[in-house]
């Protein structure tokens, strides 16, 4: 089992739809969950940090759920610009705490 | 944000031929920095954690002795492919968190496309 899972997609939504990205993770010892957006052929960008408190930046939403492991991105309004791929990162902690990615969910917005 | 810089963007290098990209974190210092690897449609894979004044720590099934890793300063990582062949070819990735800043984001480079022919 891997040790960060994805929703394996693609995801292809007009624009103006609500899309739900889920992502687990198996080590329980993680202290630190990110989503990164990666564009064809570009480095990841970070796109939002993810506390169990659950947190809203603009469209976006993120959410954590620590006793089953689980993270969540959601995002409304899908526009044309928020094609991409979208990865589930986690972070065992510490100083050099390695960060480990999900495979990625590709979302596409169409007109 | 903090800003890491790899160079180069792209390289197309013969085969058997070795191949240095550089990772510079521009405005904090990096104890640690992360190398990673990525093919088309796959994700990102974690080949080496590279570790400033020591000897990197290398990823099961990832060759010390063709990826070598220096990172001499608390600002520079250097990768060299080693030998490179035609599989070498794939994205590369730098990645660095600044020193004490333990479970914040990590700041990619802008990557390195290797193609060996």
């Known amino acids: 089992r891997k040790e960060v899972e994805q929703d394996p997609g693609p995801f292809n939504v007009p624009e103006g739809a609500t899309v739900a990205f889920n992502c687990t993770y198996s080590n329980s010892a993680s202290q630190s969950f990110f989503w990164y957006r990666q564009d064809c052929r570009k480095e990841p960008k970070l796109l939002m940090s993810v506390y169990s408190s659950g947190n809203e930046d603009g469209r976006f939403t993120a959410q954590l759920n620590r006793a089953s492991q689980y993270i969540s991105l959601l995002i409304r309004d899908s526009k044309l610009s928020d094609s991409a791929t979208y990865l589930c990162?986690?972070?065992?902690?510490?100083?050099?705490?390695?960060?480990?990615f999900g495979d990625g969910t590709t979302l596409t917005v169409k007109p | 944000g903090a800003v890491v810089s790899q160079h180069p963007s792209w390289v197309i290098c013969k085969s058997g031929t070795s191949v240095k990209i550089e990772c510079r974190s521009l405005?904090?210092?990096?104890?640690?920095m992360f190398w990673y690897r990525q093919f088309p449609k796959q994700s990102l894979m974690l080949m080496a954690t590279?570790?400033?004044?020591?000897?990197?720590?290398?990823e099961q099934g990832v060759e010390k002795d063709k990826f070598l890793i220096n990172h001499a300063s608390l600002t520079l990582s250097t990768l060299t492919v080693t030998s490179a062949h035609p599989e070498d070819s794939s994205f590369y990735i730098c990645?660095?968190?600044?020193?004490?800043?333990?479970?914040?984001?990590?700041?990619f480079g802008q990557g390195t496309r290797l193609t060996v022919v």
């Open positions: 990645s660095a968190r600044p020193t004490g800043a333990g479970g914040t984001e990590a700041f």
């Open positions: 405005d904090f210092q990096a104890t640690t």
């Open positions: 990162v986690v972070n065992r902690g510490g100083n050099a705490g390695k960060s480990t």
């Open positions: 590279s570790n400033e004044g020591s000897k990197a720590t290398y």
